[in-house]
């Protein structure tokens, strides 16, 4: 793959030379392509208008202006050929990156998901009760645009209109259909008739309209879609001394800047919003002593596993090209494809076929080969760690083994010859002279084999989900977990999921693979290439 | 990417002469420098397919269990394969139509957008070129997967704006999967595209060609084995994901076959074995067969990868 430098090459396009005006096809299908962004990017601007996500919206037009200006400007020939992958590397590679490293700075999770109007609303209105006495309002369930809503006659015949989201507020007289004292329709709005309150009846119940901006003057909420009632919260959120109180015992929660209400007494309330939390996530390790010591486990785990397994499918395959290797032998060929079949076969279904064979009650293992036993062999923590590492080999040693045959084959007959003229037997051939130039040759693939099984989430969470659990720690932490199989089970499978820790502990892992890769490159001069 | 080693396919011209050389050897001899070798190779090989048999005959067992499947090869039928299409439960066709969808959807677009900004470096000078193909490496040091919870939380947040190509949405995945579309794959068209003599840009240049006739109607076609190979990894790579599809997908008729087959096998081991074994084998049998009959090129690219 040498090739010459494409620098010394006189490829660049002088700029001008070949400007003849673009064929008229060309030019309908770039404005066509270029309308279809336009067109799905002015529908996201809206849809961020009304979400009033304003820094969003305006990267979306940002971007949408500069892709404008790319493809409608003559010249900028590069950024043409270059956009379109660059747009998905900037949002799914480059931005997710920048994203998990400020959630690892933050306490986003579970009762952590928001911000902190939103906690407090939803706290306001996830502890309503009936206000006793107060007036009914008729109401009558309508659909609009903003969803669900309720038309309200009150009390002192004002008809109001609103959503969970919108406030009750007054609607022109004008646009209402009244049947006697109770306004049945409203313009803009579908009156939902019986049949769809029937089968709604859930998503109405829950249903709450607040009577004003300010939450604590409380809800409409209706049982029946015909008599609606004044609930009020049970929580009293005071601004000015950002405090929540729960009036039924009176407590006061604070906000001590840990993104959750907190009592004098430590208790806490369960919704709480986001806040930076600076390296607390990083920190919590050292304050979990069990958890950072089954850290540290994890991480040695994941070094022996990573280590083991190219080495192991390194030799193994090593020791069976150098074994099939003789061309007296027949049928060579015979071996070599059934050999490398593993590595045909979709890794994905691999794990899952072993797990029927491991299986400790009906397994083929336990049953065939060992007459009923009942070896744990994926429950167990040392019979575990050894089930998935064979299991990885057996994935991993056909790559090995043919990577290995191909080196051999290249290495010049003649050193072979010259040492052996030297007096070197077979033995120090193969130790002097094959395998140092083996391993040099092979170098980068077993550090980029080692990169990927340091991240091999695949063949541990289908084959024991990270288990055996280890006893006595309180996070769901197995003794075959790998550090990338933590980050998943922390963020998705742990009771309350806790984003900022998974992604601190992704951070690691970064910085752990970019270091080994980053010594081990140094040494392999593989971006000498580069011109 | 030099085919020219080919361990497999150099056996044919050298079994002629070792006729000639050894025309019979004593069974001690044979046994001693021959007969262990053959032993190896038969262990190996017992190893190596053991599972996949294992699994062949699983399928074909009509009992529905595990247990039933240990005795391999008794009985033979293809009611696993009739049942592992009839239970809307499971919905393995529609399981394995979305696979096909996002692999080829994937692979397709990590093509097209890797050939575009391979032609770019290859072929155009301008600012930041070295700089942005030293961070193209770089940036692959992270790889997505240790990102997953971001590209959940950035998923779920455009769900709120397009729900069709937010969580639950093969569009959406597929646009995750196309983030990884410049990177390795676009060095190794990089490497692929200066082995073209730019010769030949010139003299279409010279006939009046524009560049982007000049990239769809030449390189592209003097490049396509490249393509091939890029397209062939892109595909394998997406169709084998399981994390961040694991995370996207949640609805039974949205799954990929890894995600799918994975919660179906791991909920129940022993009863869903047998059917998750005939899903298996269909599954597999596209995959060996290209792979057998390609096997010469992806071994030849392998060694030459690894001996350049």
Not at chain 1, 282 to 299: D, H, M, R, S
Not at chain 1, 366 to 377: K, M, R, T, Y
Not at chain 1, 459 to 474: K, N, S
Request: aromatic fraction near 12%.
């Amino acid at each position: 793959m040498t090739t010459t430098s494409a620098a010394e090459r006189p490829t660049a396009p002088k700029r001008g030379i070949h400007h003849q005006p673009p064929s008229m096809k060309v030019l309908v299908v770039k404005i066509l392509l270029l309308a279809i962004v336009d067109a799905v990017a002015v529908f996201a601007m809206t849809a961020l208008f009304f979400q009033r996500d304003w820094l969003v919206l305006t990267i979306v037009a940002l971007a949408t202006l500069l892709v404008n200006v790319i493809y409608l400007n003559p010249g900028m020939l590069p950024a043409k050929y270059l956009t379109p992958g660059l747009i998905f590397l900037a949002l799914f590679q480059v931005f997710v990156i920048g994203y998990s490293m400020y959630i690892a700075f933050t306490n986003y999770g579970d009762g952590h998901n928001s911000t902190k109007d939103d906690a407090v609303a939803a706290l306001i209105s996830q502890n309503t009760v009936r206000v006793e006495g107060s007036p009914a309002y008729r109401v009558q369930v309508v659909e609009g645009l903003p969803g669900l809503g309720l038309l309200a006659t009150a009390p002192d015949g004002r008809v109001l209109v609103g959503t969970a989201e919108q406030p009750l507020e007054p609607v022109d007289p004008g646009a209402v259909t009244m049947d006697g004292q109770r306004a049945t329709a409203v313009d803009g709005w579908t009156t939902l008739q019986l049949q769809d309150v029937l089968q709604r009846q859930q998503e109405i119940a829950s249903l709450q309209v607040p009577l004003s901006d300010d939450l604590n003057d409380g809800f409409l909420r209706t049982t029946d879609a015909t008599n609606g009632y004044v609930f009020q919260s049970t929580y009293v959120f005071d601004e000015d001394a950002d405090t929540m109180t729960d009036t039924v015992s009176g407590t006061v929660y604070r906000d001590l800047g840990e993104g959750q209400f907190q009592s004098d007494d430590g208790q806490v309330l369960g919704t709480g919003w986001q806040v930076g939390v600076g390296f607390e996530n990083f920190l919590y390790p050292f304050q979990n002593q069990k958890f950072g010591e089954a850290l540290i486990w994890v991480t040695i785990w994941t070094f022996a596993f990573a280590v083991l397994s190219v080495g192991l499918s390194f030799f193994l395959g090593l020791f069976l090209a150098l074994t099939l290797n003789d061309p007296r032998m027949r049928s060579r060929k015979v071996y070599r494809v059934l050999s490398i079949l593993p590595y045909a076969f979709p890794s994905f279904l691999s794990a899952l076929v072993w797990l029927g064979l491991f299986n400790t009650e009906f397994g083929f293992f336990n049953e065939v080969l060992f007459g009923s036993a009942d070896i744990p062999w994926l429950t167990e923590p040392w019979l575990g760690k050894f089930s998935v590492l064979l299991v990885n080999i057996w994935l991993g040693f056909p790559y090995m083994f043919l990577v290995c045959m191909g080196a051999l084959q290249s290495i010049p007959e003649e050193l072979t010859e010259a040492a052996t003229v030297d007096g070197a037997n077979g033995f120090q051939v193969f130790g002097r002279i094959k395998f140092p130039l083996l391993l040099v040759s092979t170098a980068p693939l077993l550090i980029s084999s080692f990169a990927f099984n340091f991240n091999n989430f695949n063949i541990i969470y289908m084959l024991t989900r990270g288990g055996p659990r280890m006893a006595g720690v309180d996070e769901n932490v197995g003794h075959t977990d790998l550090l990338i199989t933590l980050v998943y089970k922390t963020a998705f499978e742990a009771g309350t999921r806790d984003y900022g820790l998974a992604s601190a502990l992704a951070i690691i892992i970064f910085i752990i693979v970019a270091a080994v890769s980053a010594i081990s490159f140094r040494q392999t001069k593989a971006l000498e290439d580069l011109n | 990417m030099s085919i020219d080693i080919d361990p497999i396919a150099t056996d044919e011209p050298e079994q002629a002469p070792r006729k000639v050389v050894q025309p019979k050897m004593s069974f001690r001899k044979w046994a001693r420098e021959l007969g262990w070798r053959h032993l190896i190779g038969i262990a190996v090989v017992i190893f190596a397919t053991f599972p996949i048999i294992y699994v062949l005959s699983a399928s074909l067992n009509p009992t529905g269990t595990l247990t039933g499947s240990n005795e391999l090869f008794r009985n033979l039928s293809f009611e696993n394969y009739v049942d592992l299409f009839s239970d809307p439960r499971r919905p393995y066709a529609a399981w394995f139509m979305n696979t096909m969808i996002v692999g080829i959807a994937t692979s397709v677009g990590t093509v097209f957008l890797g050939a575009l900004a391979a032609y770019a470096f290859s072929r155009m000078r301008f600012t930041g070129r070295r700089v942005g193909l030293l961070s193209l490496i770089l940036v692959q040091m992270f790889p997505q997967l240790l990102a997953v919870v971001a590209i959940y939380l950035l998923m779920r947040g455009i769900s709120d704006i397009f729900p069709f190509i937010g969580l639950d949405s093969l569009i959406g995945l597929i646009m995750v999967y196309l983030g990884g579309a410049l990177g390795v794959n676009t060095y190794l068209m990089y490497g692929f595209f200066n082995t073209i003599p730019a010769s030949i840009d010139e003299a279409a240049k010279i006939d009046g060609a524009g560049h982007a006739r000049i990239f769809f109607t030449i390189i592209l076609r003097l490049v396509a084995p490249i393509l091939a190979v890029v397209g062939l990894l892109s595909f394998i790579g997406t169709t084998s994901e399981f994390v961040i599809s694991s995370t996207l997908l949640t609805s039974p008729d949205k799954l990929t076959l890894a995600v799918g087959l994975f919660r179906y096998v791991s909920e129940e081991t022993n009863s869903n074995y047998p059917i998750f074994a005939a899903g298996a084998v269909i599954a597999a049998i596209p995959v060996m067969a290209l792979f057998l009959y390609l096997q010469k090129y992806i071994v030849g690219g392998l060694t030459a990868g690894a001996v350049k």
